[in-house]
T-cell receptor, first 112, second 111 residues
Framework: NAGVTQTPKFQVLKTGQSMTLQCAQD?????MYWYRQDPGMGLRLIYY???????DKGEVPNGYNVSRLNKREFSLRLESAAPSQTSVYFC???????????FGPGTRLTVT | DQQVKQNSPSLSVQEGRISILNCDYT??????FLWYKKYPAEGPTFLIS?????DKNEDGRFTVFLNKSAKHLSLHIVPSQPGDSAVYFC??????????FGAGTQVVVTP
């Protein structure tokens, strides 16, 4: 099992450009999450999907959109990137009736 | 408003000694608490957890203590090893759902 995979690993964007971060899990988990990690801030939830077909906003959703493509895949889109979106982005998934989330390796995004 | 706080950004400990990481929370409704470990350029990995109905949970060298009246939990690592050098995040949740993370504590284990 690969667990949670994320692509790309690194990305540099110019202000105003768009991109989609991809996430896939092979653990048959229902719930999936997108976080961003900034220095001194811990991980903050951007969006989550409790099950296939549903998505909800987290703590910091502004400037992002998500798509739960199927049970395995949950993508995060930046429509018009801003320097404030420079961060490390983590995708995670969680099994039903479990508390722990399993994280992917992250995407380091720089917006200039 | 940060509901989970880790007030020590860093901790240095000698190999073989005890590492104690602290975490405070403000929401008394949290019912489950978790610790994650993170190495550079990797995602966080689950380490140990505790339910709010317990006050201690142990797994090998790792023990988590929960003091509900003080809204405080701590992670003890005994003995500390060089491979324990990482960032440790405390997290809390209400039911099976969203995790609230602290800012993390960087642990450095020195020889």
């Amino acid at each position: 099992n690969a667990g949670v995979t994320q692509t790309p690993k690194f990305q540099v964007l110019k202000t105003g450009q768009s991109m989609t971060l991809q996430c896939a899990q092979d653990m048959n988990h229902n719930s999936m999450y997108w976080y961003r990690q900034d220095p001194g801030m811990g991980l903050r939830l951007i969006y989550y999907s409790a099950s296939e077909g549903t998505t909800d906003k987290g703590e910091v959703p502004n400037g992002y959109n998500v798509s739960r493509l199927n049970k395995r895949e949950f993508s995060l889109r930046l429509e018009s990137a801003a320097p404030s979106q420079t961060s490390v982005y983590f995708c995670a998934s969680r099994a039903p009736r479990a508390y722990e989330q399993y994280f992917g390796p992250g995407t380091r995004l720089t917006v200039t | 408003d940060q509901q989970v706080k880790q007030n020590s950004p860093s901790l240095s400990v000698q190999e073989g000694r005890i590492s104690i990481l602290n975490c405070d929370y403000t929401n008394s409704m949290f019912d489950y608490f978790l610790w994650y470990k993170k190495y550079p350029a990797e995602g966080p990995t689950f380490l140990i957890s505790i339910s709010s109905i317990k006050d201690k949970n142990e797994d090998g060298r790792f023990t988590v203590f929960l003091n509900k009246s003080a809204k405080h939990l701590s992670l003890h690592i005994v003995p500390s090893q060089p491979g324990d050098s990482a960032v440790y995040f405390c997290a809390a949740t209400l039911g099976w759902g969203k995790l609230q993370f602290g800012a993390g504590t960087q642990v450095v284990v020195t020889p």
